[in-house]
């Protein structure tokens, strides 16, 4: 890796103000939008109108034609936007090459800002990858290096945010999820079974400055056998891939294995390589095959169940949510068009009979997409946390804040699981800032029909509320104890204090465990 060029690269970038909201204010957010989507038009048409005004494009424009939308640029535009580096400079970095038959230069890769948010605040980078379908106007090379998406964007917006000794990015690709890791972690491995994933993440990371991420070569936990980390996290190549000749086997998605025997593998051994307390948090999808049970399918949720509880090994606290569900041909004609084989053009129907066929042949007829978290318990402790669930509340392409979520959600359960009902009913709790609550009444009757707690951030939960569980959370103001209010609204509603003590408690721990509760205690 030439160390000079990227850092001149760095300064050619910064002059040229190359950021998102610069690119925003020249074409627009909306072209912005469509370009995430992979639609370069409304962003062309834009430079067309800038060009048509006679003005010299601004540096960022030139850049983002070259690099974002793939126009052949003429040499000395580029020259005037990369001056420090330089068209030879560019050439030899493998950004740009000559363009076929024309005097412009066109690039090789895809090299675009990026901004984000997170715990510690706004932050900018540039990330370099692959070009993608929209570009290249074709489908994709099999080595294909993908630059960020909607479930990079998904994984880092849920990555637990509080510092790290250590953190493992598992498949590592563009190496995005590492250099987020890198902004709480003294020391990140980023592993890749690509040497041209490598590549091009360890360029990212010099060309943003970030000097705490080691590069390793090999597949899945090969690269670090015998080591533990306080963090894994890994989007890793867990599509389901027909394993038969003729269907093309993307290294940034498929992981060569059949049907979700991936996502199997990393949950089966992530324990080995977590220290007491450290937590691994992957994406990934699981099978609903055909089974004995009344809806004809085993659950794929119960599938994953089985892959955190099956071995010797480490057990682990484990928090795993399906936010969608997919048919088999709807999945199948999602992953082939993904590779950028459309419906109706001659290579569609083959690949769609081979997925199928894959399909059919283990019963697969559901795929559930999620998130998997998983935790090593402290050296004396044992698993406590065992929640497998259906989320229905979509977390979208920039889910701020969901990180800082879990964490304050696995306290909320920590704390409620070191105390028995005894110690429980001695605390105080409060209601968390962003809880409100609902209430539905039949017309002209003064007691409502309907009660409804809501959750303002997280996952925007709402939990259905009978009258004792809608007086206690609306008594959590910090002064009585749990005990103290449980045995108030008994008194009031004329029933046993011991039943409703019992109705009670497990939907407290609840919604401690989804920080619509916390404790009172600083």
Avoid: K
């Amino acid at each position: 890796m030439d160390h000079e060029s990227i850092d001149l690269l760095r300064e050619d970038l910064t002059a040229a103000r190359y950021r998102v909201d610069v690119l925003d204010a020249i074409w627009g957010e909306q072209a912005g939008s469509a370009l995430f989507r992979g639609r370069r038009l409304p962003a062309e048409r834009a430079l067309e109108r800038l060009r048509a005004s006679g003005d010299p494009l601004p540096p960022a424009a030139t850049l983002a034609a070259l690099f974002v939308l793939g126009d052949t640029v003429p040499a000395e535009e580029v020259a005037a936007a990369l001056p420090r580096l330089g068209v030879a400079g560019a050439s030899a970095l493998g950004l740009l090459g000559r363009a076929s038959g024309e005097s412009g230069w066109s690039a090789l890769l895809d090299l675009r800002p990026y901004s984000f948010v997170d715990a510690l605040g706004a932050g900018s980078w540039w990330v370099v990858s692959d070009l993608g379908e929209a570009v290249l106007g074709r489908a994709l090379d099999e080595d294909h290096v993908l630059g960020i998406g909607g479930a990079s964007n998904t994984l880092s917006g849920l990555m637990i945010p509080t510092p790290a000794d250590s953190v493992l990015d598992l498949g590592t690709g563009c190496g995005i999820q590492a250099m987020h890791a890198a902004r709480h972690a003294r020391r990140v491995v980023a592993t890749d079974i690509s040497r041209r994933a490598l590549s091009l993440a360890a360029m990212n990371a010099r060309l943003n400055c970030i000097d705490s991420i080691e590069f390793r070569h090999g597949s899945l936990f090969e690269p670090v056998r015998g080591e533990r980390f306080d963090r894994i996290v890994s989007n890793p190549p867990f599509v389901i891939t027909p394993r038969v000749e003729g269907v093309p086997q993307y290294e940034y998605r498929d992981g060569g294995m059949v049907g979700d025997a991936l996502v199997e593998q990393v949950v089966r051994q992530a324990g080995e390589h977590l220290t007491p307390g450290g937590i691994a948090q992957l994406l990934g999808n699981w099978e609903y095959r055909a089974g004995p049970d009344a809806s004809g399918m085993l659950d794929g949720l119960e599938r994953v169940r089985r892959w955190v509880s099956g071995d010797a090994g480490p057990q682990l606290d484990a928090w795993v949510i399906e936010r969608e569900r997919q048919d088999a041909p709807t999945y199948a004609e999602t992953w082939i068009r993904d590779g950028g084989t459309r419906p109706g053009t001659p290579g569609f129907d083959p690949l769609y009979g081979a997925w199928l066929d894959d399909f059919e042949e283990r019963g697969v007829r559901e795929v559930g997409f999620g998130y998997v978290l998983l935790r090593r318990p402290a050296l004396t402790g044992a698993p406590t946390l065992a929640r497998y669930e259906r989320v229905d509340s979509a977390v979208g392409s920039n889910p701020i804040g969901l990180g800082d979520h879990l964490a304050a959600c696995l306290a909320g359960h920590d704390w409620a699981a070191r105390r028995d009902d005894a110690a429980l009913l001695r605390e105080t709790l409060v209601y968390a800032s962003d809880v409100t609550e609902e209430r539905h009444y039949w017309p002209g009757h003064d007691d409502p029909v309907v009660m409804t707690l809501r959750q303002g951030g997280g996952f925007a939960r709402s939990v259905p509320l009978d009258t004792g569980l809608a007086a206690f959370v609306g008594a959590c103001d910090g002064d009585l104890s749990v005990g103290a209010i449980i045995g108030a609204i008994a008194s009031l509603l004329g029933v046993s204090e011991e039943a409703l003590r019992a109705d009670l408690l497990p939907a407290i721990r609840a919604l401690l465990a989804d920080v619509f509760l916390r404790s009172a205690a600083p």
